[in-house]
Structures are given as C-alpha cells and as structure tokens.
C-alpha cells in the first residue's frame, strides 16, 4: 500500500501538530501517512509542486496563485477554524503589527522610516498585505528605510527583539502560538495594529491525488473535532475545528493582491 505524503509550509512551530494529524489521519484512512518534516520550507514546497506530496498546509497567496492559472496545481481540502473568540468561529485570521513594548510607535503610520522585518515574500500575512495596507492607506512604496527578509515569521520576530528591526507583522495565529509557549513575550511585545481578517491558510492536495482520497481526506478532518482524540490534537494547536473551503471564498486575497501590484517594500 503506497504512502500519503503530508506537508507544511507555515511556521516551523506548527510542525508538531502535523505529525499528530499526520498519525490520526494513517489510523483513520487505514494506510501510511508521513509527514515530510526533514525540508527547509523551500524545498516542501517544490516537492508539492513537483505532485511529490500529497497533501499540504500553505498561504492563502500561494494557493491562489496555484489556482488562477489553466491548470491549477491544488485543490481545496480544508482550513482551521481557530478557537479563539477573535475568529468568529470562521475561517479567517489577521495579521498583528508588533514593534517592542518600549518603542515610541503607537501606529503603523509612525514606522514611516523604520526598519520592517517581514518574513517571505510568497507570505500573505507578512509580506502581501503590508503591501496592500500602503497601498490601501496611499502611504506608498519605499515606506521603510529598510525592509529585511528574515525567512519565517519566527525569525522575522527575533529581529524586532535583538533590536535588529523595529517591526514586523506576524500571522496572528503563529502570535497566540508564541504567547503560549513564551508567555514573557506579553512584556516584550505590544500590537500596533490590526490587519484583516483575511481567509486563513488551507489545506491544499496536488492535482496528482486522486479525488477519491482527497475527499476521504477531507471528511475526516471536518469531522475530527467530534472524537476525544481529534478534539485534543485540535485543542493543542488552538484550532476548534475544520471546515469546507470554496475557491471563491479566497477573493479578499486575490483582490489585496491586484491592490498590492506595484508597491516595493
């Protein structure tokens, strides 16, 4: 019996919460899953590309860039709902502008100037809507003095601390997740801002999978949340539940997207 390939190319600090998945999804589809955890996010992601991988987690910007071509690479499994009151018990999320806790910045408008951390460029929350907002707020291109790729969101956030940047804007999930496992980061952090929500990263299959498992797939992760098991994986990754996802319901990106064309960080 071949073996499903998983994936993940959000933060590393997720990586966790998909080798549990990864073990109920073998126990519940009676066949091997394994999660390709031993890549640089670069490399998961030409291996999703290549029809290599099955199943994986990515960006709302990359997905639809997959899809709104003639043949389209992926196809929709599903998307968290996270459990958090801020969510609305919807699939979206936001991204939150952090500087350090003694800066003098209240808002994102007073960073004109400053040196911005972002984490990767294919990256909604990080870099495709800090892009939008200036557009959207007429502040323009060329705002920072500097804008410094860092390569994650974790990494992007370790510069703002060591004072290497100023700010960064982090997926708020991947923010809550820290906050929890480094609750000193309350006193060493403050949000200046609030983007969003936007449509929360989804699970994605390659087109090489056939759309039997895909939907096999699918029901059981809509479906975990209502089993001990299921609910504690979730629980762990502050996640309630997942949820169907349509292709349209990733509009709001596409069209931050067409705002964001031509704005340089």
């Known amino acids: 019996m071949s073996s499903l390939l998983l994936t993940s190319l959000q933060a590393p ?20 899953v394994v999660f390709a955890d031993d890549d640089l996010w670069q490399e998961r992601q030409r291996r ?14 990359p997905y639809v860039r997959r899809t709104d071509t003639i043949s389209p690479t992926v196809s929709l499994v599903a998307a968290p709902v996270m459990s958090a009151p801020r ?60 804008a410094v790729e860092a390569g994650s969101h974790q990494s992007a956030l370790e510069l703002v601390l060591q004072g290497d940047a100023d700010a960064t804007a982090l997926d708020s999930t991947v923010l809550e997740a820290l906050y929890a496992q480094r609750p000193e980061l309350h006193e060493e952090l403050r949000v200046i801002a609030t983007w969003g929500p936007s449509p929360i990263p989804p699970w994605v299959a390659s087109s090489e999978l056939a759309e039997e498992t895909r939907l096999e797939v699918r029901t ?31 509009d709001p990106i596409r069209e931050m997207a067409r705002m964001a064309r031509g704005i340089l960080l």
């Open 48 to 61: 999703l590309d290549s029809g290599e991988v099955d199943v994986a987690w990515i960006c709302g910007l």
């Open 87 to 146: 969510y609305g018990d919807s699939p979206i999320y936001f991204s939150d502008v952090v500087v350090r806790q003694e800066s003098e910045w209240m808002a994102f408008a007073d960073l004109r100037g400053k040196r911005w951390a972002y984490n990767e460029p294919s990256s909604h929350s990080g870099h495709g809507i800090t892009r939008f907002e200036l557009a959207r707020s007429g502040l323009g291109s060329r705002f920072f003095s500097e």
């Open 220 to 250: 059981i992760m809509t479906s975990m949340h209502m089993d001990d098991v299921g609910r504690e994986i979730l629980a762990e990754a502050q996640t309630a539940r997942f949820c169907t996802v349509e292709n349209a319901d990733y």
């Open 13 to 32: 600090l997720a990586d966790p919460f998909c080798r549990r998945l990864t073990a109920y999804l073998a126990e519940r589809l009676g066949q091997p």
